[in-house]
């Protein structure tokens, strides 16, 4: 594959290289919440595990690892590069226990009462109809089964210390880049009406905030984050190419300053059980 960043209708923040390995650094930062929301919904050893959403496929291959042989993973993205590099990589490792399949979330038709249980992270915010895609992963697992989530409560509490306009103004953009392509920063507010209209119950809830110095791996995920996609943003109108220059100026200066401290967004696990 190229390493071309042309616009792509399947995933707002791309599918170029720069994009998989950031996808890969992100979830290994974030692996230890994931492990943890699977094992409060109840993932096991047997089940067969619904990865919707799966991208690359770096969490689908952690969820084969949770349930074992005798388990299954389908992953469902819409993105046919990260899919193969899915296919590509259980080839080479000989894992025979997962199925890839090319679909739009709000779109697949899945056999009902089918899974053991369903997984999300940061995809419901980037939807244009996230309770269609409620819907269908509701219908498609069995009764008892759970829905695990992890997404967006508010973007926007993304933070600095020291305080800068430029890492306000890029976390607008942001903002309103997603919203221009029928996302929602803050989906995690309108999560529980869509559960319960889709036949969910609420069964956990818990945020998660985390806080990263200079020099440490999560400081790094912002920024890599940022090199990503300010192009981006600039091309869509949304910043421009001064006020991109300005807030690497700033970031790089943040990353120098022993002091300055990120905040994260917040974060909702959300975890939902067919009645």
Not at 105 to 116: A, G
Not at 173 to 200: E, F, K, Y
Request: with cysteine; charged share 20%.
């Amino acid at each position: 594959m190229s390493n071309s960043k042309a616009t792509q209708n399947e995933y707002v923040l791309g599918t170029h290289d720069d994009e998989l390995q950031r996808l890969c650094f992100q979830n290994r930062l974030w692996a230890s919440e994931a492990t943890a929301i699977w094992q409060r919904a109840g993932f096991a050893p047997g089940q067969t595990i619904l990865d919707v959403g799966c991208g690359p496929g770096f969490t689908t291959l952690d969820i084969v690892s949770l349930v074992g042989p005798t388990g299954r993973v389908v992953g469902v993205d819409e993105s046919e590069r990260f899919l193969n590099r899915l296919n590509e990589t259980c080839r080479v490792n000989g894992i025979n226990n997962v199925e890839a399949v090319k679909a739009d979330v709000q779109r697949i038709e899945l056999s009902p009462n089918t899974f053991d249980g369903a997984y999300t992270r940061w995809v419901l915010c980037f939807v244009n109809d996230p309770e269609a895609v409620v819907q269908r992963v509701a219908g498609a697992l069995k009764p008892g089964a759970t829905f695990a989530i992890q997404d967006y409560l508010n973007y926007r509490a993304l933070s600095v210390s020291p305080k800068g306009e430029s890492m306000a103004r890029v976390v607008q953009a942001v903002d309103a880049s997603w919203r221009q392509r029928g996302g929602d920063p803050h989906i995690c507010l309108r999560l529980p009406t869509m559960l319960a209209n889709a036949g969910l119950e609420i069964v956990d809830v818990r945020p998660i905030v985390r806080f990263a110095r200079p020099g440490s791996a999560l400081w790094e995920w912002p920024g890599t984050f940022f090199r990503n996609y300010l192009p981006t943003l600039v091309s869509m109108g949304l910043l421009s190419d001064k006020e991109r220059k300005e807030f690497e100026q700033d970031w790089a200066e943040l990353s120098r300053n022993p002091n300055a401290v990120f905040c994260t967004p917040i974060v909702m696990d959300i975890i939902a059980r067919k009645t």
